[in-house]
């Protein structure tokens, strides 16, 4: 099993750049999350779903949107990059509410 | 006040000790309790459960204390690769997302 796949690993974009970060997940879960972590920030929730056709927004969902189309992939849009999204963003799936999350490997991502 | 707060760290511990990690959590709601451990420039992974009973997995022992609203984790005998940043989690009962606390930095030297 594969579990969590992110793409890309590193990505640099300039400001006002638009870009998907792809989350697949193969091992059928309901529960898939996008997170950003920030040095001495800790990991904050930016968007959630909880099944196909079902998104929710978490802490800071400003400036990204997503779509749940399959249950396998959960693709995080940044709209209009901002140096204010640099960030290890990382994405991670759950078999449902109340267990623990299985992680991707992260993108680093730099606005310049 | 945070959701879900532990001692920043870090901890320097000598190799072969006991360490033990505290986090306390304001949701007293609040049903599913985790322990994670991420390693520098790594993803977060699952280290542990805790459960209402306490429970054991090696030389890592979790307990919950529902009443103090606190999660604790325990590791004996340390190793050199037990250093990694232990960071605290409960799932929020309105939408089962997780609440993460900021995390431990833990150092064993030899």
């Known amino acids: 099993n594969a579990g969590v796949t992110q793409t890309p690993k590193f990505q640099v974009l300039k400001t006002g750049q638009s870009m998907t970060l792809q989350c697949a997940q193969d091992?059928?879960?309901?529960?898939m999350s996008w997170y950003r972590q920030d040095p001495g920030m800790g990991l904050r929730l930016i968007h959630y779903s909880v099944g196909a056709g079902i998104t929710d927004q978490g802490e800071v969902p400003n400036g990204y949107n997503v779509s749940r189309s399959t249950t396998e992939d959960f693709p995080l849009r940044l709209l209009s990059a901002a140096p204010s999204q640099t960030s290890v963003y990382f994405c991670a799936s759950s078999k449902a509410g109340g267990y623990g999350y299985t992680f991707g490997s992260g993108t680093r991502l730099t606005v310049v | 006040r945070k959701e879900v707060e532990q001692d920043p760290g870090p901890f320097n511990v000598p190799e072969g000790a006991t360490v033990a990690f505290n986090c306390t959590y304001s949701n007293s709601a609040s049903q599913s309790f985790f322990w994670y451990r991420q390693d520098c420039r790594k993803e977060p992974k699952l280290l542990m459960s805790?459960?209402?009973?306490?429970n054991e997995d090696g030389r890592f022992t979790a307990q919950l204390n529902r009443a103090s609203q606190y999660i604790s984790l325990l590791i004996r005998d340390s190793k050199l690769s037990d250093s990694a940043t232990y960071l605290c989690?409960?799932?929020?009962?309105?939408?089962?997302?997780?609440?993460w606390g900021a995390g431990t930095k833990l150092i064993i030297k030899p």
């Open positions: 091992m059928n879960h309901e529960y």
């Open positions: 989690v409960v799932i929020r009962v309105s939408n089962y997302q997780l609440i």
């Open positions: 805790v459960y209402s009973s306490g």
